[in-house]
């Protein structure tokens, strides 16, 4: 159980393209689903926390209105980035979780490659 | 002072040896506690949930130390494959954030 599905897996795009990222919890409801990111060899960097039908939560330093997210059901947030330059070249993880004290269940990531 | 602390090793251990892992947490509040391990270049996956009597799964036993804010994970007859990074997880009181520590490299070499 707990699978979360994470779609592309990989991207390589031109710079000045959006890329729009998607996260489905497959077996369970989703009341929280949040976006990492992580360069190599570092530690997950949280962007963002996302709940069902509101506004995402960004956090310090993550422009909103460059990391597009919509969290439109239960099952189903997205995180478009727009117009990607290669510094945004990275690893996006998604994760959700049940419930306030439930583990997140992340999704296999996404390899965003912008030349 | 960061809010979960982990040794970031690496730990270099031979095959079936035991190894463990610290982790400390400031906010004496937190809730719950997770171990996740991270393979290079894929996502973290949960290892297990760490509950107040301690916890065993196979080769693997998570304990919890409220007092002293801890929590910690053991890896008994160590294997190549468990060669990974090892992340901390806490859960404050309130469970809106999720906190995660930076991780501790683990090689098993045979």
């Known amino acids: 159980g707990a699978v979360v599905s994470q779609h592309p897996s990989w991207v390589i795009c031109k710079s000045g393209t959006s890329v729009k990222i998607e996260c489905r919890s497959l077996?369970?409801?989703?009341?929280?689903m949040f976006w990492y990111r992580q360069f190599p060899k570092q530690s997950l960097m949280l962007m963002a926390t996302?709940?069902?039908?509101?506004?995402?939560?960004?956090e310090q330093g993550v422009e909103k209105d460059k990391f597009l997210i919509n969290h439109a059901s239960l099952t189903l947030s997205t995180l478009t980035v727009t117009s990607a330059h290669p510094e945004d070249s990275s690893f996006y993880i998604c994760?959700?979780?049940?419930?306030?004290?439930?583990?997140?269940?992340f999704g296999d990531g996404t390899r965003l490659s912008i030349l | 002072r960061k809010e979960v602390e982990q040794d970031p090793g690496p730990f270099n251990v031979p095959e079936g040896a035991t190894v463990a892992f610290n982790c400390t947490y400031s906010?004496?509040?937190?809730?719950?506690f997770f171990w996740y391990r991270q393979d290079c270049r894929k996502e973290p996956k949960l290892l297990m949930s760490?509950?107040?009597s301690g916890n065993e799964d196979g080769r693997f036993t998570a304990q919890l130390n409220r007092a002293s804010q801890y929590i910690s994970l053991l890896i008994r007859d160590s294997k190549l494959s468990d060669s990974a990074t090892y992340l901390c997880?806490?859960?404050?009181?309130?469970?809106?954030?999720?906190?995660f520590g930076a991780g501790t490299r683990l090689f098993v070499k045979a």
């Open positions: 996302s709940n069902e039908g509101s506004k995402a939560t960004y």
């Open positions: 997880v806490v859960i404050p009181t309130g469970g809106f954030k999720t906190i």
């Open positions: 906010n004496s509040a937190s809730q719950s």
């Open positions: 077996d369970f409801q989703a009341t929280t």
């Open positions: 994760s959700a979780r049940a419930g306030s004290h439930q583990p997140q269940h």
């Open positions: 760490v509950y107040s």
